[in-house]
C-alpha cells in the first residue's frame, strides 16, 4: 500500500477581453479568493489570462507588463493571503522583447520562477480564424523546460499548444514532474482535440495533468475557446471537469496514485532510448524510409 499524498488543486477559467485587461484582472482576483476559500494548495490560471492579444496586430504591447509587475503582484497577495502556489499565463515584456510567460508564484508571495512558452501557435492557414494566427509574429520562443520543486510535487509548466507535441511532456515527466499544468486559451471548437490531448498527456507520462483554459467569446476579437478546464489523473480519467461558464473548479488529488499507476505498468523503464534516435533531430535531418 502507497501512502496516500493528497493535494488541493482548483482551475479557473475566464473570459478575457482585450479592451478591459483591468476588469478581468479584478474578476480573478475573485476567483482567487474562491479557490483560497476552499483551500486550494496548486491554482492554475488559464493562458494570456489578462488578455489574449488577439482582437489587433498591436493591442498585446499595451496587455504586456513586466514579471515582477502590477499583475503578478496582485497575485503575490492572494498566494500569501491563503498559502498557495499559483502558475498562468500572460504576456510579458522584458526589454524589446516579449513572451508568453508563466510565472509560478509561492505562498509566500515570491516568484519561483518562471515558463516562457515554448511552442508558439503558428496557424496563418486556419479556416476557422480570419487571417489566421501567428504568434511568433508577438513573442519570442522559450529554449526551457522547467520542473519546479513545491512543497506538495514536483510541478513542470506547459501553455495551449505545447499539448500538441508529446515531447514536451514526456521531457517534463522525465525530469520527475508529478503535476503537469497546461495553461490554455484552447480554440472552440476542438473540444475533442482538447480532452483526448489531456487525458493522452496524462495517461502516457503516468502523472496528474491539471488544465485551466480561457472560455466563450473574446468580445473584441470574436474568436472563442473551449474553456473545459479539467483534471486529469494519471490513469487518464477525467476526475473534475468545469462547466460552461467562468468560475473555479476544485478537487483533492492523491499524488501517490501515480506511484500506483507506474507500479502496475512500468512505461518509463520500459523505455528503448536507444531506438528513438531521431526524436531530437529536426525533420530534414530524418532519412525518409522507403
Given at each position: 500500500?502507497?501512502?496516500?499524498?493528497?493535494?488541493?488543486?482548483?482551475?479557473?477559467?475566464?473570459?478575457?477581453?482585450?479592451?478591459?485587461?483591468?476588469?478581468?484582472?479584478?474578476?480573478?482576483?475573485?476567483?482567487?479568493?474562491?479557490?483560497?476559500?476552499?483551500?486550494?494548495?496548486?491554482?492554475?490560471?488559464?493562458?494570456?489570462?489578462?488578455?489574449?492579444?488577439?482582437?489587433?496586430?498591436?493591442?498585446?504591447?499595451?496587455?504586456?507588463?513586466?514579471?515582477?509587475?502590477?499583475?503578478?503582484?496582485?497575485?503575490?497577495?492572494?498566494?500569501?493571503?491563503?498559502?498557495?502556489?499559483?502558475?498562468?499565463?500572460?504576456y510579458e515584456r522584458q526589454g524589446n522583447q516579449h513572451y508568453n510567460s508563466?510565472?509560478?508564484?509561492?505562498?509566500?508571495?515570491?516568484?519561483?520562477?518562471?515558463?516562457?512558452?515554448?511552442?508558439?501557435?503558428?496557424?496563418?492557414?486556419?479556416?476557422?480564424?480570419?487571417?489566421?494566427?501567428?504568434?511568433?509574429?508577438?513573442?519570442?520562443?522559450?529554449?526551457?523546460?522547467?520542473?519546479?520543486?513545491?512543497?506538495?510535487?514536483?510541478?513542470?509548466?506547459?501553455?495551449?499548444?505545447?499539448?500538441?507535441?508529446?515531447?514536451?511532456?514526456?521531457?517534463?515527466?522525465?525530469?520527475?514532474?508529478?503535476?503537469?499544468?497546461?495553461?490554455?486559451?484552447?480554440?472552440?471548437?476542438?473540444?475533442?482535440?482538447?480532452?483526448?490531448?489531456?487525458?493522452?498527456?496524462?495517461t502516457e507520462n503516468q502523472c496528474w495533468v491539471v488544465a485551466s483554459g480561457?472560455?466563450?467569446?473574446?468580445?473584441?476579437?470574436?474568436?472563442?475557446?473551449?474553456?473545459?478546464?479539467?483534471?486529469?489523473?494519471?490513469?487518464?480519467?477525467?476526475?473534475?471537469?468545469?462547466?460552461?461558464?467562468?468560475?473555479?473548479?476544485?478537487?483533492?488529488?492523491?499524488?501517490?496514485?501515480?506511484?500506483?499507476?507506474?507500479?502496475?505498468y512500468p512505461l518509463m523503464d520500459q523505455r528503448r532510448p536507444d531506438m528513438?534516435?531521431?526524436?531530437?533531430?529536426?525533420?530534414?535531418?530524418?532519412?525518409?524510409?522507403?
Amino acid at each position: 500500500m502507497t501512502t496516500p499524498r493528497p493535494m488541493t488543486v482548483s482551475a479557473i477559467q475566464i473570459t478575457s477581453d482585450d479592451a478591459a485587461k483591468d476588469a478581468t484582472v479584478e474578476r480573478m482576483m475573485g476567483f482567487l479568493d474562491v479557490a483560497g476559500r476552499r483551500g486550494s494548495e496548486l491554482v492554475v490560471l488559464p493562458e494570456i489570462w489578462t488578455g489574449a492579444g488577439l482582437s489587433t496586430d498591436d493591442v498585446y504591447l499595451d496587455l504586456a507588463e513586466p514579471i515582477p509587475g502590477p499583475t503578478t503582484d496582485l497575485l503575490a497577495e492572494k498566494a500569501r493571503k491563503y498559502g498557495m502556489y499559483i502558475v498562468g499565463s500572460m504576456y510579458e515584456r522584458q526589454g524589446n522583447q516579449h513572451y508568453n510567460s508563466s510565472p509560478l508564484i509561492s505562498p509566500e508571495g515570491e516568484i519561483m520562477g518562471k515558463y516562457w512558452k515554448t511552442h508558439l501557435f503558428d496557424a496563418p492557414n486556419r479556416p476557422d480564424i480570419k487571417g489566421g494566427i501567428r504568434e511568433s509574429d508577438h513573442v519570442e520562443a522559450g529554449t526551457e523546460l522547467p520542473v519546479f520543486q513545491t512543497d506538495p510535487a514536483k510541478v513542470g509548466v506547459s501553455v495551449c499548444s505545447d499539448l500538441r507535441f508529446p515531447e514536451v511532456y514526456r521531457e517534463l515527466a522525465l525530469k520527475g514532474a508529478e503535476v503537469i499544468v497546461c495553461a490554455s486559451a484552447f480554440l472552440s471548437p476542438r473540444f475533442d482535440h482538447w480532452e483526448f490531448f489531456l487525458r493522452a498527456r496524462a495517461t502516457e507520462n503516468q502523472c496528474w495533468v491539471v488544465a485551466s483554459g480561457q472560455y466563450g467569446v473574446e468580445p473584441q476579437s470574436g474568436i472563442a475557446f473551449v474553456g473545459r478546464s479539467m483534471v486529469v489523473d494519471p490513469w487518464g480519467t477525467v476526475v473534475a471537469t468545469a462547466s460552461d461558464e467562468e468560475g473555479v473548479i476544485t478537487t483533492e488529488i492523491d499524488l501517490s496514485f501515480a506511484d500506483e499507476v507506474k507500479r502496475r505498468y512500468p512505461l518509463m523503464d520500459q523505455r528503448r532510448p536507444d531506438m528513438y534516435s531521431h526524436i531530437g533531430k529536426p525533420k530534414d535531418q530524418v532519412p525518409l524510409y522507403k
